[in-house]
């Protein structure tokens, strides 16, 4: 990022030693930092070691004694090394499924952050099936949801349990690995009965209990996922045997291959344009285009507030009235939207033959949003009208963002960024020089239908809106202060999650420097108890994942 590049340049050039010159090793949650001199180098908990796949795969086998299978009656078993979680450290898995009730046994282990051996990622008391019964994980794809407002992967499987020929027990289950614990989220589940007469009775049921249709249950996944990034993750299995002694005696027994994975069959979808939200009054009409690369189909769906995915259908008939007709050109047409419609959104799954891809939702806001914030609208109209030109004078008299002598044009957009049905107003500039690229000029919300100021971007502090709904905030007092935050909005008030910082500090010797900092939630005086000395390097990286998930969205032109 160019403004990020010059930033640290001024810093670096005004400090005598950046960020003490030396990196500070940050204890991990589940266990202590690594020593001085190993090549493993943990930063913050969760993030990625700097130890290399094979040394980390050589390692998971040197522990062997712990996840492997040693019995005959548990043979054959499978094993498998993958990283479920995305924190840089490999685990292993191994599985072996048994007898005509296909109960799976599983042992899961991950690579500790310090590098000094492997932790149990699963643990007895997380009931599944049956006691340690996990669902049929052997397989050579599972299907993956990436939830990344909370940076958690879901992986969806399904179980099967027999008791007998005559009751069948399935469950669809998604395992999420996070900070050091697999956790299996049961999803649905289905009871198969036949009687004496061979009468067959099937019974489904949500997470919670309430009764659902067998269809329900078939897309149970991706109603509760839906509305996720999604892939596949492709596992490679290894097939052990373990002979009995006496197969061993009488040479019957001989290994088998390992199992290949299977590889994507054709090049990866690739969404090209996500659709835009749309304000609509009641009984009003809209449409939606999306559109992706290498696709071969596309299904429309509709997401509810509380991030549920409906099928068109399902939507419709519970919105007796409400028009949805999927249309040539990757197109939806959307009438007669009524309020109760307000806060839901629309996505596009496109499905190809190396993947699936999903568009971000776009949301519809039924109610006269845009006359409640019309008074706004209109300040920036005549910011850049004639006699005034965008000038910060003008700004400064009438409370708007003096930015906007930085663009020649000004546009806005709606985004709900709290999820309570009320779209904040964002004000973006148009046809903008690289410094105020992507800038949210000023946010609103509606409170008892009056706007209220959220944030507004100056010279020394401006906002930014990300894909998450969270928002990025980019300061400085100085060639020594910065700060990078990342904040939630919460009613009217913007709350901060996370930040990295810069601080004047001065070493044992005397000497100023620039000193590195991160920190969770909000502190009053920086740096605080709540701040953790950093690198420069971690610095870097930390603020540039916080620029890579800024949003643009699509502007309605004002001026």
């Not at 999650?497 to 991160?518: K, P």
């Amino acid at each position: 990022m160019k403004k990020l590049a010059v930033l640290l340049c001024v810093l670096t050039a005004l400090s005598l030693c950046a960020c003490g010159g030396s990196a500070v090793v940050i204890e991990d949650a589940k266990g202590p930092a690594p020593t001085p001199g190993t090549d493993l180098t943990a930063t913050m908990p969760g993030t990625a070691p700097s130890m290399p796949e094979d040394m980390q795969k050589q390692l998971l086998e040197d522990n062997r004694a712990l996840w492997a299978f040693t019995e005959a009656y548990e043979s054959p078993w499978f094993y498998t090394f993958t990283d479920l979680d995305h924190n840089g450290r490999l685990e292993v898995i191994a599985a072996s499924t048994q007898g005509t009730g296909v109960f799976t046994y599983a042992n899961f282990y991950e690579v500790r952050a310090d590098g000094s051996g492997i932790e149990n990622c699963y643990h007895a008391y997380a009931e599944i099936e049956g006691q340690d019964d996990w669902p049929e994980i052997v397989r050579d794809s599972l299907p993956c949801y990436y939830d990344r407002a909370n940076n958690r992967y879901y992986y969806a499987c399904e179980g099967v349990t027999r008791s007998g020929y005559a009751h069948q027990y399935y469950a669809w289950y998604a395992l999420c690995l996070k900070d050091g614990a697999a956790e299996w989220e049961l999803i649905a589940s289905k009871n198969m009965d036949w009687d004496e007469q061979g009468t067959e009775s099937v019974v489904c049921r949500d997470a919670q209990g309430n009764s659902i249709t067998e269809q329900d249950y078939d897309i149970a996944v991706e109603r509760r996922f839906g509305g996720l990034e999604r892939s596949t993750l492709q596992l490679a299995w290894t097939q052990e045997e373990i002979p009995y002694e006496e197969d061993v005696e009488s040479g019957s027994w001989m290994d088998e291959p390992a199992i290949p994975a299977e590889e994507p069959t054709g090049p990866q979808v690739v969404i090209t344009k996500n659709p835009s939200s749309e304000a609509l009054a009641i009984g009003g009409k809209t449409w939606f285009i999306a559109h992706a690369d290498n696709a071969l189909s596309l299904t429309w769906q509709m997401v509810s507030p509380d991030g549920f995915v409906y099928s068109l259908e399902e939507t419709m008939a519970a919105n007796p009235g409400l028009a949805l007709e999927a249309l040539e050109g990757d197109t939806i047409a959307v009438s007669n939207v009524p309020l109760s419609m307000n806060g839901w959104g629309v996505q596009a799954r496109f499905d190809g033959q190396g993947n699936s891809a999903v568009t971000e939702p776009a949301y519809l806001y039924v109610g006269d949003f845009i006359s409640a914030y019309s008074g706004v609208i209109e300040k920036y109209r005549v910011a850049y009208s004639s006699g005034n030109s965008g000038s910060m004078e003008y700004a400064w008299n009438h409370e708007i963002s003096e930015m906007i002598s930085y663009s020649g044009g000004v546009g806005y957009a709606l985004k709900d960024l709290d999820k309570n049905g009320i779209p904040e107003l964002i004000i973006e500039g148009m046809g903008t020089d690289n410094f105020s690229e992507q800038m949210a000029y000023d946010l609103y919300t509606l409170v008892n239908g009056m706007p209220v100021n959220i944030a507004t971007s100056r010279a020394r502090l401006r906002y930014y809106v990300r894909t998450d709904s969270t928002i990025l905030s980019e300061g400085s007092s100085g060639a020594s202060y910065s700060y990078f935050t990342v904040h939630r909005l919460n009613g009217s008030t913007l709350e901060e999650t996370e930040m990295v910082f810069t601080n004047a500090d001065q070493n044992a010797s005397g000497e100023y420097y620039t000193g590195c900092y991160y920190q969770q939630g909000h502190s009053e005086t920086l740096p605080s108890e709540k701040s953790i000395a950093i690198s420069d390097e971690e610095f870097r990286t930390r603020v540039e994942q916080m620029e890579s998930s800024i949003y643009v969205p699509p502007l309605t032109k004002i001026y």
